[in-house]
């Protein structure tokens, strides 16, 4: 019996994973955390990561690995033994807006993704979006950038099971048409009213910018994000920071001021979607 309890304590698991946080740990260890593939968020030991190449460049955040690891009961970390790199989205490194952006997601499913739950869904969100921004030239990731944060927030909301209502106007039950709508009220109420029914909202966002922006939820991120949509205009920042809320009100423990990469991100969106000033 005892032996065959050590045999199961010291059992390696594979999966594939996708580096969110890497934090050294005293002088040569880091402890990583990741999405994984099958085991959702876990944080693992990567003893003596840092006096050594043994696991090269996949400790790094955004990059996609196997890792071999063990687990204890009664232990938060998994120790992490070996790492087979699958993708190091490369290009994404050589852009600083795509940089920033790669950060800012990774910090948002930290925050999202619960401890050891199975994601499979936001796992594969993570893995597109950090394609897309690898992939798309600098030129066209530019273009689109607003679109992208969007649609990201977007998503995250639908696989939390609240995204705004696109169909019709909440207050008189109008097909959403192009003209100025806004939210209703707080986050928690994720609807959008049209002017008729709300004249004088503070913020109006245009419908163009909505439903051109958010309209792909439905579709894998790429797809919806090479259609024809409204990538940059008056509203897609106004429109950001309602998702923002939105996602604050309802992720419990979900905080804005945790996001390191935020303020480098509202800069960036600043110079491709900047705000009006109020007159």
């Not at 909301?157 to 709508?181: F, Y």
Request: glycine fraction near 8%.
């Amino acid at each position: 019996m005892p032996g065959d309890i050590r045999t199961q304590v010291m059992e390696k698991k594979k999966d594939l994973a996708i580096v969110l946080r890497s934090v050294r740990f005293e002088e040569r260890h880091q402890i990583v955390t990741a999405l994984t593939e099958t085991h959702g968020r876990m944080s693992a030991m990567a003893r003596n990561a840092v006096a050594s190449r043994r696991f090269g460049g996949t400790l790094s955040p955004g990059v996609a690995s196997l890792w071999h690891f063990v687990e204890k009961p009664g232990s938060d970390l998994a120790r992490l033994e070996e790492t087979e790199i699958r993708r190091e989205f490369a290009g994404i490194r050589k852009h600083i807006g795509k940089v920033t952006a790669m950060g800012w997601i990774c910090e948002l499913v930290l925050q999202f993704a619960p401890e050891r739950e199975p994601q499979p869904e936001l796992f594969k969100l993570l893995g597109q979006s950090l394609a897309w921004l690898d992939e798309t030239p600098d030129a066209a990731f530019e273009a689109k950038f607003a679109a992208f944060l969007n649609l990201f927030l977007g998503k995250l909301l639908q696989l939390s099971g609240t995204h705004p209502r696109l169909a019709a106007c909440d207050g008189c039950g109008e097909p959403v048409r192009d003209s100025a709508l806004t939210y209703q009220g707080v986050p928690e109420r994720a609807v959008l009213v049209c002017s008729d029914c709300r004249p004088g909202a503070r913020d109006p966002m245009p419908a163009r910018v909505i439903l051109g922006q958010l309209q792909g939820l439905g579709q894998p991120l790429r797809q919806a994000l090479e259609a024809d949509i409204n990538p940059i205009g008056d509203g897609s920042r106004t429109l950001f920071h309602f998702l923002e809320g939105v996602l604050v009100h309802h992720v419990p423990g979900f905080e804005l001021e945790k996001l390191k990469s935020r303020g480098m991100l509202l800069e960036a969106l600043e110079m491709v979607a900047p705000e009006k000033p109020d007159h």
